[in-house]
């Protein structure tokens, strides 16, 4: 889905339309927890992060996830947005093997306690999400 809008509406009319294709109500409820704080931002992760850099050609929406669960598990401390992206993992066919495998790897170069905090948080969504029982 390439970008060819030149407004500011347009802009952020063409990001929303990938947010939800992406990230679906995890997405929206990013952008309206930000409206009554810093507007300006959730305009730029839909505009700028989603209408234009997520729908660039060089990698498809899988590998962005991919990429962006490790970075997200590498930085720590970013639970409520691994929660997010571990659902649009799913959503553009990421397997639930295939998202504890990339965490699983991550913990070589990011450390033991990062790589736990970010599969607690994609349990959290795999049992929302029914991909296993909860306990």
């Known amino acids: 889905m390439t ?3 030149t ?3 347009q802009q952020f009319d063409h990001g929303m339309t990938v947010l ?3 990230d679906g109500e995890g997405g929206q409820r990013v ?3 930000l409206a009554d704080v810093s507007p300006e931002l959730g305009h730029q992760v839909v505009a700028w992060a989603f209408g234009q850099m997520y729908t660039r050609t060089e990698l498809t929406p899988r590998d962005r996830q991919l990429v ?3 970075i997200l598990t590498a930085l720590g401390g ?4 691994l929660d ?3 659902n649009a ?3 553009v066919g990421l397997t639930r093997s295939e998202i504890v495998e990339a965490l699983l790897h991550a913990s070589v170069y990011c450390g033991m306690p990062r790589a736990l905090n970010a599969t607690f948080a994609a349990k959290k969504v795999f049992i929302e999400r029914g991909l296993i029982p909860s306990a």
Request: aromatic share 0%; proline share 4%; with cysteine.
């Open 7 to 9: 407004t500011r509406q």
């Open 89 to 91: 993992s799913l959503n």
């Open 68 to 70: 962006t669960l490790g």
């Open 20 to 22: 939800d294709a992406v």
């Open 78 to 81: 970013c639970e409520p947005q």
């Open 31 to 33: 952008i309206d927890a």
């Open 84 to 86: 997010v992206h571990v």
């Open 3 to 5: 970008n060819n809008a």
